[in-house]
């Protein structure tokens, strides 16, 4: 069991900058993905960006150019640094860590979530 805690969300005016942390129980270094999501009520939860345990990284693309994603593995933190932020991005933002057991079987961990309001 992993458990994560999200930090750093808040309300933002629109074209500003907030960082999120998300703070694992234990090593992430065995991890195999982490990654950020966003939902916001009655609607599906959707992939923000994720980067695997060899730092490589992808994106959804409405951030592409505007978020970042990193790994802190001697501090367990996954980051998501959010730039010129716009009002489309508020939700409620969820860290998620992913680990194979197989080739094809996985289990996931999920944070509590994390508000992130940007006004216009």
């Known amino acids: 069991q992993v458990y994560l805690v999200e930090s750093g969300g808040g309300l933002v005016q629109a074209g500003g900058s907030l960082r999120l942390s998300c703070a694992a129980s234990?090593?992430?270094?065995?991890?195999?993905?982490m990654g950020w999501y966003r939902q916001v009520s009655g609607k599906q939860r959707e992939l923000v960006a994720i980067?695997?345990?060899?730092?490589?990284?992808n994106y959804a693309d409405s951030v592409k150019d505007r978020f970042t994603i990193s790994r802190d593995n001697d501090k367990n933190t996954v980051y998501l640094q959010m730039d010129s932020l716009k009002p489309g991005d508020t939700d409620v933002y969820y860290c998620?860590?992913?680990?194979?057991?197989?080739?094809?079987?996985?289990?996931?961990?999920w944070g509590q979530g994390t508000q992130v309001t940007v006004s216009s």
């Open positions: 998620n860590a992913r680990i194979f057991s197989t080739l094809i079987s996985y289990s996931d961990y």
């Open positions: 234990e090593s992430i270094f065995s991890i195999n993905a």
């Open positions: 980067i695997n345990n060899g730092k490589s990284t």
